[in-house]
């Protein structure tokens, strides 16, 4: 698990590609990107059918366009959402403050779960439509349209995955001694190599002087002034 607020490293620190794609939430996100592009490729390049008697072109489910339409619209929003927050992973790492932090957690979570929402009624729509559905006998466009009906049922679990691991990111967080401030005192950070200044205790003033400073006395003495006589 993440070190950090809200599952930051050091801020600052050098981008490392080879954490990032060891991440849990970042294999959920290429996986759900590669979800998203089998549901609206399939529907794309064999949703749409020509029969001979007919010019016109019409959806495989049931003959519904809304149904393609659902799932095209649905496929390149989560398409393009899977890559802002890839990007945003890629930067996360470099946010210091712990407030944007926080927001970048509870967007993701929010964002997860409403997705996981829409492919599960993207799902049950395509589901329905093509059950009901004349030309699901047909043998052209019949495997593309059960693909993008499978890979929104797995869409749903791994856009659920991600919101439950960006809610665990934010509980840690929550637990965080990194919360409570943006900035630290670094006298009294620990980790500093060096101890903080302690100002030097002067002891009771017994002279009643107001712990005033007081020049020490010199090791040599004037010499006096004049000449001196000497004797041999």
Known sequence: MEGGAYGAGKAGGAFDPYTLVRQPHTILRVVSWVFSIVV????VNEGYLNSPSESKEFCIYNRNPNAC???VT???LAFLTCLL????D????????VKDRKKAVLSDIGVSAFWAFLWFVGFCYLANQW????DSLLNE????????????FFSIFTWAGQAVLAFQRYQIGADSALFSQDYMDPSQDSSMPYAPYVEPSTG?????MGGTYQQPASAFEPEPQGYQSQGY
């Open 40 to 43: 609206f490729g399939s529907i």
């Open 69 to 71: 339409g659902y799932g």
């Open 74 to 76: 649905v496929g390149v």
């Open 85 to 88: 927050y890839l990007a945003l």
């Open 90 to 97: 890629v930067y996360f790492p470099q946010i210091s403050s």
């Open 131 to 134: 059950q009901v559905s004349k």
């Open 141 to 152: 466009g019949t495997d593309a349209a059960r693909a993008a009906i499978a890979f929104s």
């Open 204 to 208: 009771p003033d017994t002279a009643g």
